[in-house]
């Protein structure tokens, strides 16, 4: 990644665009469901600091907390939010199964046309 020096910095400002210094060394990783589920988890279940959890795992405490809202719904005991996380699991176990079978599906077709066409 380019480094972009402050000469560069005051120019973007000067220009009127919006420009922090963080953004240009911004990572964009991205993380898996079990991932994110996983450290959630730690926080919710076993007790442990966002803080703790984010430097050892090294994620933001920001993301963290936007996790945390999104697989323990607000006012929802530890259960339902239990079977809330098992529940997108499935979801997401039943749509990769999908797209698989759709490919069988789609090669199928394409082998039947060709052997139609080859008989014919």
């Given at each position: 990644m380019p480094v972009i020096r402050p000469a560069r910095m005051r120019r973007l400002r000067k220009?009127?665009?919006?420009?922090?210094?963080?953004?240009?060394?911004?990572?964009?990783?991205?993380?898996?469901?079990?991932?994110?589920?996983?450290?959630?988890?730690?926080?919710?279940?076993?007790?442990?600091?966002?803080?703790?959890?984010?430097?050892?795992?090294?994620?933001?405490?920001?993301?963290?907390?936007?996790?945390?809202?999104?697989?323990?719904?607000?006012g929802a005991p530890g259960k339902i939010a239990e079977e809330l996380i098992e529940t997108r699991n499935e979801l997401s176990r039943l749509q990769a199964q999908l797209r698989l079978l759709e490919e069988e599906r789609d090669i199928l077709q394409k082998a039947a046309r060709y052997f139609a066409r080859m008989a014919g």
């Open positions: 220009a009127g665009r919006q420009f922090t210094y963080w953004r240009a060394f911004m990572s964009s990783r991205r993380f898996s469901q079990e991932f994110k589920e996983h450290a959630v988890r730690q926080i919710v279940e076993q007790s442990q600091p966002v803080a703790d959890v984010s430097e050892r795992l090294g994620v933001s405490a920001h993301s963290l907390y936007k996790w945390i809202k999104v697989f323990k719904p607000a």
